[in-house]
């Protein structure tokens, strides 16, 4: 099997790259983000605390999730477009920060690339869940251009770019900071800044690279 693995930071432009490096390759597109949020998600709705370890780390290791044609699904439900809310996004960082958690979720992860041809989008894929993927990338955007696609993705006007350039820079210290399998640029991974950059340019890129490599 061969993987892809896509790191960086929120808003560097990960899952619309990913899934048009997918696409571009045949590959299955695998959004690891989603999972954390499908977690988060369940957490809400049953009254755990995202700060409570052992909780979060029961919930993760019994819940039936399924990516499934760009799909989420969570004990049978749909949970594709309720896992991109304010709140679930906030949650999702706290959630991903408990080992038990991660180590749940890892081992799916795995398991789908040990099954598929994958592109896997994601903050630990190169350094931690495929540690021997043949092509990784990790992708970069300056802070403002985060902040303005953040902003066409959820309809908000120049009025609200402070507070997404703040909430996007939170999550990104909580996401570097956490203790277990940080956002991390692995060693051998090619840095992409996209920056200005169109996303055929950068799918171009990726779709180069894996065909020299493979
Ligand atoms: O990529 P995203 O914004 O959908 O991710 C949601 C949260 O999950 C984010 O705060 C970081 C975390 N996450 C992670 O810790 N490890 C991954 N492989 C993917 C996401």
Redesign the pocket.
């Known amino acids: 099997m061969t993987a892809v693995a896509i790191?960086g930071p929120?808003g560097a432009g990960?899952?619309t790259v990913a899934r048009a490096v997918a696409d571009a390759l045949g590959f299955t597109y695998v959004?690891?983000?989603?999972?954390?949020?499908a977690i988060?998600l369940r957490a809400l709705e049953r009254g755990i605390d995202p700060a409570d370890a052992g909780a979060a780390a029961e919930l993760a290791s019994s819940v039936d999730l399924t990516l499934r044609d760009g799909g989420v699904y969570v004990d049978g439900r749909d949970v594709t477009g309720s896992?991109r809310s304010a709140d679930v996004?906030r949650s999702?960082?706290q959630?991903?920060?408990h080992a038990g958690v991660?180590a749940a979720?890892v081992e799916m992860?795995r398991r789908m690339a040990s099954a598929v041809d994958v592109v896997m989008?994601?903050?630990?894929?190169g350094t931690h869940?495929l540690p021997n993927a043949p092509v990784k990338v990790f992708l970069t955007a300056s802070l403002d251009e985060r902040a303005h696609r953040r902003a066409r993705e959820v309809g908000a006007d120049d009025g609200e770019l402070d507070a997404l350039r703040t909430a996007i820079s939170e999550?990104d210290e909580?996401?570097r900071g956490?203790v277990v399998?940080p956002?991390a640029q692995a060693p051998d991974a090619v840095v992409i800044d996209t920056t200005g950059r169109s996303v055929d340019e950068v799918v171009a890129e990726i779709v180069d690279l894996v065909t020299e490599r493979s």
């Open positions: 790191d929120a990960k899952s959004d690891t983000g989603a999972m954390y949020r988060a896992i996004t999702s960082a959630i991903a920060t991660r979720l992860q989008e994601g903050r630990d894929i869940v999550r909580v996401d956490r399998s956002l």
